[in-house]
């Protein structure tokens, strides 16, 4: 149907000649209130062809998602790296006092003063309660790198079931905060910290995928990301609700 409407756009006269476009070099200028036109004609100047940097240039800023598997394992980037020695240790310890005082400034100070740094420290950081929970999240994804390269829990496992064991084992890092969760979620999604928790929530998705053995190139690995992205968050919002006792939201398999 479209390809008919062009063909009667395009064509006239019965399809013996084409329509012809405007004079490129006349411009027509009109008063606002007049129905007079003036023509004026541009000099015909060469044009100059578009420079080679300039298009190589352009045609990198759309680049295709990342293969999996193109970065060796060993060369990505410890999460914890980006954290100094002593802010480490503060951030460490304070993960004792959470379920205390809270995802709070308050568990950091008793963090600091735990290791024996003073509580100044905390002033360092510029988002405080926020450093906390991006803290926790990064340690949750080293600490899940380092059982994937264990190999030992995923092995002579599928696609499906390596999947479903690397989000059981993720989610139960968390679980022994899972009553003061709701003000982690909070916090994550405060405007000024949601391009950060964006980001954690991708690269442990990425990790899974990665481990089950993904190397889809094209549109697939949009998909595949932000449907697991999709089922952990609403995993791990169903925790918050489930109140029976030892209960975990997945269950078993054989």
């Known amino acids: 149907m479209y390809r008919t409407v062009v063909n009667r756009i395009l ?14 070099r006349t411009v027509i200028s009109s008063s606002r209130f007049s129905t007079t036109t003036e023509t004026q004609t541009i000099p015909n100047r060469p044009l100059n062809p578009p420079d080679s940097s300039s298009l190589s ?17 060993h060369e990505r980037k410890n999460p914890r790296a980006e954290y100094e020695g002593e802010q480490a240790r503060v951030l460490q310890a304070s993960l ?14 008793a963090g600091a003063k735990e290791v024996g740094i003073s509580p100044s420290i905390v002033g360092s950081f510029p988002r405080k309660e926020a450093a906390l929970v991006e803290f926790f999240m990064d340690d949750c994804l080293q600490r899940l790198i ?3 390269d264990s190999g030992e829990e995923l ?42 928790s964006f980001k954690q929530r991708a690269m442990l998705v990425d990790e899974i995928w990665h481990a089950a ?3 889809t190139s ?11 992205g999709g089922i952990y968050s609403t995993t791990e919002i169903y925790m918050l609700t489930d109140s029976s006792p030892g209960s975990f939201p997945l269950p078993s398999r054989a």
């Open 11 to 24: 064509l006239s006269g019965g399809g013996r000649r084409l329509l012809r476009q405007p004079d490129l």
């Open 57 to 73: 240039s352009s045609s990198t800023s759309f680049q295709t998602p990342p293969a999996a598997g193109d970065v060796p394992r």
């Open 96 to 109: 004792r006092h959470v379920l205390r005082l809270g995802w709070s400034e308050k568990a950091m100070i």
């Open 146 to 148: 380092d059982r994937i």
């Open 155 to 196: 092995q002579n496992s599928t696609p499906s079931q390596c999947i479903y064991k690397l989000v059981r084992i993720r989610l139960e890092m968390q679980a022994p905060y899972i009553s003061k969760w709701p003000q982690a979620l909070s916090i994550q999604a405060h405007p000024l910290n949601v391009s950060t």
């Open 213 to 215: 053995g993904d190397e």
């Open 218 to 228: 094209d549109l697939d690995w949009y998909v595949k990301r932000t449907v697991l």
